[in-house]
């Protein structure tokens, strides 16, 4: 999943951490702001993304359980919508 530094945007960091590439993501916000640092909005992604990696951890040794709750979180109202819908058919 690694990409050339010429192919980093700001639209690619974002998708890296709405995937939970968090990593990847701030990589991609620090190289942009080494290209411009006076980036503000940059800064505070990055900021955001960086205090996601400092509260689930790095590594194979992280805690892997927010993640799991907000998978089994969409999963659920996965199935409620469907649910709805089976419901307003009938």
């Keep these: 999943m690694e990409t050339s530094p010429e192919f980093y945007t700001r639209t690619m960091a974002k998708v890296y951490a709405d995937q ?14 080494a290209q411009d640092p006076q980036r503000a909005d940059l800064r505070a992604e990055l900021a955001e993304v960086e205090m996601i990696l400092a509260k689930i951890g790095t590594g194979p040794n992280r805690d ?21 819908k089976r419901l307003r058919r009938r």
């Design 20 to 33: 939970g590439h968090y990593e990847q993501s701030a990589r991609i916000y620090r190289h942009l702001l």
């Design 64 to 84: 892997l359980s927010p993640l799991f709750r907000r998978w089994f979180d969409l999963i659920g109202r996965y199935n409620t919508m469907q649910r709805l």
